[in-house]
């Protein structure tokens, strides 16, 4: 929402006129209420406000006044899915904290829309080597559905295993947890649609023109190039 977090803190003992001025200068619409450890309280909207001054509220009372202690908030490493149910036109911003209820940032309705929206995407990554089975699984991991392209048979067999063919620090744990869930690994592109295209094969050096060899990337140029569809992404991301 392009707000800076911070600045919108406020503490129970500021005066609600003092609290309103931070809100205008933030153009955020609201404030959020923390202790003295930026632990949330609650959050002050401007309806709250509204409702509190017709019922005798004045401006010089403290924030503690009209602060809604019950506001919906979020917790970092929630699902995506999740955060989106929160979002509504009643809920259009939400807290988000950590676990000991700090306040950690805020989320937007556009915002939590648009990263519904990317995930809901299928991504296809071109080849299973140091650069594209990392991305593979952590894009997996963070809620993508992703496809893993590898033509060399025993690398394939050797991952739909579980088994990476080099060793990176959590790869294999990480590879086994999205292996036939938000991942799976293939030779061929069949049915699969796919929406955003990652090539990460190889380009060696040629030893005698020392120029890169780009078969690798003309071939999965040319698997994509005939699935292509209107809207869809292609990013190379080659060695």
């Known amino acids: 929402m392009g707000v800076d977090t911070k600045s919108i803190l406020v503490n129970e003992s500021m005066p609600v006129r003092e609290m309103l001025e931070v809100v205008t200068r933030a ?11 930026e632990r949330f309280i609650g959050v002050v909207a401007d309806g709250d406000v509204r409702r509190a001054l017709l019922k005798g509220v004045t401006l ?3 924030v503690s006044a009209v602060v809604n ?13 999740e955060l989106f149910k929160m979002l509504n036109m009643r809920h259009r911003i939400v807290p988000v904290l950590d676990a000991q209820r700090r306040v950690k940032g805020l989320l937007s309705y556009s915002e939590g829309h648009a ?9 296809c990554v071109l080849g299973m080597g140091y650069v594209g089975l ?3 699984v952590t894009l997996a ?21 579980g088994r990476p063919h ?6 294999e744990m ?15 592109l069949d049915q699969e649609v796919c929406d955003i295209y990652i090539i990460t094969v190889g380009t060696p050096i040629d030893k005698n023109t020392q120029r890169p060899n780009l078969k690798s990337v003309e071939a999965a140029s040319q698997t994509i190039g005939a699935r292509l569809k209107r809207g869809d992404v292609v990013i190379l991301r080659s060695t």
């Open 115 to 123: 990263m519904l929206n990317v995930r809901s995407k299928t991504v």
């Open 27 to 37: 153009g955020s619409g609201l404030a959020v209420v923390v202790d003295s450890s």
């Open 166 to 171: 080099f060793h990176e620090e959590g790869l």
């Open 134 to 136: 990392p991305m593979a």
């Open 69 to 81: 202690r019950s506001a919906v908030v979020a917790y970092e490493g929630m699902p995506p899915e």
């Open 141 to 161: 991991d963070v809620g993508f559905k992703v496809v893993g392209l590898e033509v060399n048979p025993t690398v394939l067999k050797s991952i739909q295993a």
């Open 60 to 62: 010089e009372d403290p």
């Open 174 to 188: 990480a590879l086994q947890k999205t292996n036939g869930k938000n991942l799976i690994l293939l030779d061929r």
